[in-house]
């Protein structure tokens, strides 16, 4: 119904309030604070939606929408660079959901959380459980390429190059991330000093994505007559 579209949402906030103010103990109590959160986080009122969402969790903890509150919660923390709290609204979707979709996209979430808070034996933990647990999905291939990304940041080229030739083996269709796996593969190798690898990998770049964002880094790779012992990442 129209009240609840983006360009009326004061109206719909109203109505919505008036409902559970009104009459809390209604069927639809819950669903008029999962809507209210919705409703805030298409007009972007983030901290405002994630607090409606947490409501509907204390003040309905039986009800079958927290699951689906919860991930909405989180991507409304994650919006506001909040992961700590993103990341307990994930955990809470993932121990609450029955949906299989729904689950594994807040157990990414959360390995994503943990990543951009640093905690990255927590983000490894939980990328591999996607993996593990959901192999044949997007996430699954986000997380295979972010394992490599992590472990190049540590430093752990080896394990990186493992990750990354996984994933060159096993998500082959997608080109964007494919490219950049491929971009990021030959840098690990570079860095590690596997120099002939490394060319083999920044030649397939060029060969099978000229147009690549990073092609003329590549370029200048080849070109180099020699590398330079430790050689670190560009």
Sequence with gaps: N???ELERPEEALAALNQLITQFPQSE?????????????????????AAQALARLGSEYPNSPLNAEAMLLAGRANYLQSKYT????????????AQDHDLRQEAIFQ??????MLKEYASAMELFQKVIDEY?????AEQARYWKGVIYNAQGDYLLAGKEFQAFLDEYPKDVGLYQETLWRYAEALY???????ARELYGRLLEQFPDSP???????RLREPSYPAGASLA
């Design 191 to 197: 860095a590690s000093n596997n120099f002939k690898a």
């Design 135 to 139: 192999p044949k999905t997007a996430n």
């Design 28 to 48: 639809y109590a819950d669903d008029a604070l999962l809507l209210m959160g919705k409703v805030l986080f298409q007009a972007k009122g983030y901290d405002s």
């Design 110 to 115: 959360m390995a994503w959380g943990a990543y």
């Design 2 to 4: 129209g009240l609840f």
């Design 214 to 220: 990073h092609a003329k880094t590549a370029k200048i």
């Design 85 to 96: 709290d993103g990341f307990k609204a994930y955990r809470k979707a993932a121990n609450l």
